[in-house]
C-alpha cells in the first residue's frame, strides 16, 4: 500500500510539473488517451502495422488515414504508461507500482535486458541509490542482433555486456520533456554521447533507436524502453566515407570540393549517400560532365544532404525536406523500407555518426540544377522532346552552350499539330528555344528573346502571369546547369505582320479598314508600338446601312471616338488577363474597357460582348476579333479633338474636352452624342428585322 501511495505521488507531482513543459511525445500520449477514452480511464489508442509488432502512438494524419507507412494499421487499447489494470474494472485504474531501475526492468517487459543487467553485474548499481536514465532495449531488440554480436556481449559478461548496458544509460533522470531535439546526453560508458532526436511527431529516438514505452518512473531515476540495441558512436559522417568500401566514388567526386570537411565538423546532418553501383549507374560519359564542373559537383552532394537528422524511426509518412542544395525532396516509407521521392533506394538505413546519420542508397539524386537543359524535360512535356529530338534540333544544341526551352504540355500536340510537314513544325519548335539562359526571375516587360531560329520573342509582364508572345507561362519552371525551361499550354506564334497587314490579308475587315481610313488612322496600324485591338468583323457592321456608314464618316471626330475605344495602349493577351475579376483596360479614346477572362473555358468578354477569337499577335500589338460594335460608355457631347491631328499617331491619344482647348467642330451645329444614340438605335433595329 506504501509503495502504491508513493507511486501516485510521484505520477502526480510528474504531471503537475509535465504539464507547463509538455513535449511533442507527451502531446501525442495525451491524443491517444482522448482517443480511447470510451475504454475507460488511462487507456491509450495505438496503430499496430499489420504483420508486424511495430506500435506507435499515432499522430492525427496517420490515425485518420489508418495507415503507417503506406501499410494497414489496426488499433490497440492498451494501459497508458505508468497505469495498469485490475481485475473486474474497467479502463486502467490502478497507478502501475514504483520499484528501482532494475525491478522496473521487469515491470515494462524488457525482461532480456534485466537478465543481461543481473548477469553482467550491473544490477547492484541499478538497484542501489541514485538517479539514472535506462534506454533499455525491448526482448524484440535483443533479438533483432545477429548472433555473433549477440553471443559475443553475452560471453564476455565482465567487460562488453556491462559496458554495452552502460552506454544504454545517463547518470540523471532524464523525462521525455527533458529529451531535447539535436542534444546530446553523456553515456555512463566512457562519458561517450547519446544522440537524442525528438521529433514533432511525438517520435523520440536515441542513435535512432525509438522510444516505444517512455517514462517510466523508478525510485532511482527513469526507464524509457527502445526498439534496438545501441551501440557507442564515435566516427564522423566524413569518417564513414572515407573508410567504407561501398562509398570509394562518393569519397572521390567529394575529393576537391568543402564537402567532406564540412561533414568531418560538428553539426546535425542527414546523409542519402549514394553507393558506387549508384554512381556506376549514371554511365561513365554523365559521369565524367559532371565531375568536370565544379558547381555541379556541390549541387549534387548538396542535393543529397539536409541540414537535419531523420532518423528512419521517425519517418511514419511522407515529408518534404529542404536539402543544402536549396530544392526539396521527398521522404518517405513502405512498410520498413525508406523511401526517396517515391522510390526505394535506401539499402541500408541509420548508420549513426557524431554529426548526424547515413542512409546509404542505390541512385544518385540529380538536382535540376546539376542536369542538362533537356535533362530538365519532365513527363509531362515528353512529347516536346520526343519532336525536338525527332526533327534534329538537338543535335544544333551545343553542349557548352546556354539554352531555354519553352517547352508545350503533352495536350498542346494533338491530331492537328502532329499532322503538319515536319519542315513547318520543325521551324514551329525553333521558336521555342532560346539562345541564351533566361531564368523565370530574369524575364521583364518589353523584354525581346532571341530563338535559334534568329527570331525574336516579346515578353509581357502582367499581375498574376508572365507571358512570351501569345503563350503564358505555367507552373513548373526550371534552372539546370546550361539552361532554364519554362512551361507553357499553348504553341507560340510569333509575330511576322502589323496589325494592319493582318487584318487586310484576313479579308474580314474591310468595313473597319475603311472606316480606319476615313478617320486618318490607317498609320496608326501600321505603325510600331505595343496596341491591344478589338477589331469588329464586317459582321459587327452588317445591321447598319450605308447611309448609316456615311453619317458615321461626317463627322472624323465622332468616328476617332468610336475607332480609339476599340484600341488600348499596351498588349494585353487572355491569359494575361486575371480571371474572376473585371479587368479595366483605358482605351485611346480615354474610357474604359471593361474585359473578363474566364480561365475555365478560355473565354474573353469586352463589355459583355464575346469575343470569338483572341490573341492574334502582330509586331506592333495583339488583336481580338470582336462580332459587335464597342461604344464608349460616357458622354461624347464635349469632345472637340483629338491630339496630333496627323495620320501618323506616335505616341498614346487622347481625347480632350473644351475645358482643354478651344472648341473646334467640323460642323457647329452637330451633336455626336445625338448621333451616337441613333446609329446604336439603329442598329438594334436593323437586327431585329
Known amino acids: 500500500m506504501k509503495l502504491l501511495f508513493v507511486a501516485a505521488f510521484a505520477l502526480f507531482v510528474l504531471s503537475t510539473f509535465d504539464k507547463a513543459d509538455s513535449s511533442a511525445y507527451d502531446k501525442i500520449v495525451y491524443h491517444s488517451r482522448v482517443r480511447a477514452r470510451k475504454e475507460g480511464t488511462n487507456v491509450c489508442a495505438l496503430q499496430q502495422v499489420m504483420g508486424t509488432k511495430k506500435k506507435y502512438f499515432s499522430t492525427c494524419r496517420n490515425w485518420y488515414q489508418g495507415t503507417i507507412c503506406g501499410k494497414k494499421a489496426t488499433v490497440l487499447y492498451e494501459c497508458c504508461p505508468g497505469y495498469m489494470k485490475l481485475d473486474g474494472k474497467r479502463g486502467c485504474p490502478a497507478v502501475a507500482p514504483i520499484d528501482h531501475v532494475y525491478g522496473t526492468l521487469g515491470l515494462v517487459k524488457a525482461s532480456l535486458t534485466q537478465e543481461y543487467a543481473d548477469t553482467s553485474k550491473l544490477r547492484p548499481e541499478i538497484e542501489g541509490s541514485g538517479s539514472y536514465t535506462f534506454f533499455a532495449p525491448s526482448d524484440e531488440a535483443w533479438k533483432l542482433l545477429d548472433d555473433t554480436t549477440r553471443n559475443a556481449l553475452v560471453s564476455n559478461v565482465n567487460i562488453e555486456l556491462y559496458n554495452a548496458l552502460h552506454y544504454h544509460m545517463a547518470n540523471k533522470r532524464l523525462l521525455t520533456k527533458d529529451l531535447r531535439n539535436g542534444m546530446t546526453v553523456t ?335 490607317t498609320d496608326l496600324l501600321k505603325q510600331e508600338g505595343g496596341f491591344t485591338l478589338f477589331a469588329p468583323s464586317d459582321k459587327a457592321f452588317a445591321a447598319l446601312s450605308d447611309s448609316d456608314l456615311m453619317v458615321l464618316k461626317s463627322d472624323i471626330n465622332v468616328l476617332r471616338t468610336i475607332l480609339l475605344y476599340h484600341m488600348t495602349n499596351g498588349i494585353f493577351i487572355g491569359d494575361g488577363l486575371e480571371a474572376g475579376v473585371t479587368n479595366l483596360l483605358k482605351s485611346l479614346q480615354g474610357s474604359n474597357l471593361k474585359v473578363l477572362f474566364d480561365k475555365g473555358n478560355k473565354t474573353v468578354l469586352v463589355n459583355s460582348v464575346q469575343v470569338p477569337e483572341s490573341d492574334i499577335m502582330a509586331t506592333n500589338g495583339v488583336i481580338h476579333f470582336v462580332d459587335q460594335i464597342l461604344y464608349p460608355g460616357v458622354s461624347v457631347t464635349k469632345v472637340t479633338r483629338i491630339i496630333q491631328p496627323e495620320p501618323k499617331i506616335t505616341k498614346v491619344t487622347r481625347i480632350v474636352t473644351a475645358a482643354d482647348v478651344s472648341r473646334i467642330d467640323a460642323n457647329p451645329n452637330f451633336d455626336p452624342e445625338t448621333l451616337t444614340k441613333m446609329i446604336q438605335a439603329g442598329g438594334r433595329r436593323s437586327g431585329t428585322q
Open 187 to 521: 553515456s555512463m560508458y566512457n562519458d561517450l554521447g547519446l544522440h537524442i532526436n525528438h521529433y514533432p511527431n511525438g517520435v523520440v529516438t536515441v542513435n535512432c533507436a525509438r522510444i516505444i514505452y517512455g517514462n517510466q518512473v523508478a525510485t532511482n531515476g527513469v526507464v524509457h524502453v527502445i526498439d534496438r540495441v545501441i551501440s557507442a558512436v564515435g566516427s564522423t559522417i566524413k569518417d564513414v566515407i572515407e573508410v567504407d568500401d561501398e562509398l570509394t566514388t562518393l569519397s572521390d567526386v567529394a575529393q576537391d570540393s568543402e564537402f567532406l570537411e564540412k561533414l568531418g565538423q560538428p553539426g546535425h546532418y542527414t546523409l542519402f549517400a549514394p553507393t558506387n553501383e549508384a554512381f556506376e549507374s549514371l554511365g561513365s560519359d554523365v559521369l565524367k560532365r559532371i565531375t568536370s564542373d565544379k558547381e555541379v559537383v556541390k549541387a549534387l552532394l548538396n542535393f543529397h544532404l539536409l541540414d537535419s537528422v531523420q532518423c528512419s524511426e521517425a519517418i511514419m509518412a511522407g515529408s518534404s525536406y529542404q536539402t543544402m542544395e536549396g530544392n526539396n525532396i521527398e521522404i518517405g516509407c513502405d512498410g520498413d523500407s525508406l523511401t526517396v521521392n517515391g522510390i526505394k533506394m535506401v539499402r541500408k538505413k541509420d548508420i549513426v555518426t557524431t554529426n548526424g546519420v547515413i542512409h546509404l542508397i542505390d541512385q544518385v539524386l540529380m538536382p535540376d540544377s546539376a542536369k542538362q537543359v533537356m535533362e530538365l524535360v519532365g513527363s509531362s512535356q515528353s512529347t516536346f522532346a520526343d519532336m525536338v529530338s525527332e526533327l534534329g534540333l538537338t543535335a544544333v544544341m551545343k553542349p557548352e552552350a546556354e539554352y531555354t526551352l519553352l517547352a508545350p504540355l503533352n495536350t498542346v500536340f494533338n491530331d492537328e499539330v502532329m499532322s503538319m510537314d515536319h519542315s513547318l513544325l520543325r521551324i514551329i519548335l525553333e521558336n521555342h528555344i532560346m539562345k541564351r539562359k533566361i531564368t523565370l526571375g530574369q524575364l521583364y516587360n518589353g523584354q525581346l528573346l532571341e530563338t535559334i531560329g534568329g527570331k525574336f520573342l516579346r515578353v509581357f509582364i502582367y499581375r498574376t502571369a508572365v507571358c512570351i508572345e501569345n503563350s503564358c507561362l505555367v507552373r513548373g519552371s526550371k534552372e539546370g546547369s546550361n539552361g532554364a525551361i519554362h512551361l507553357t499550354r499553348t504553341l507560340l506564334k510569333p509575330a511576322e505582320k502589323t496589325m494592319f497587314e493582318m487584318l487586310k490579308e484576313n479579308g474580314r475587315f474591310k468595313i473597319f479598314l475603311s472606316l480606319i481610313e476615313a478617320a486618318g488612322l
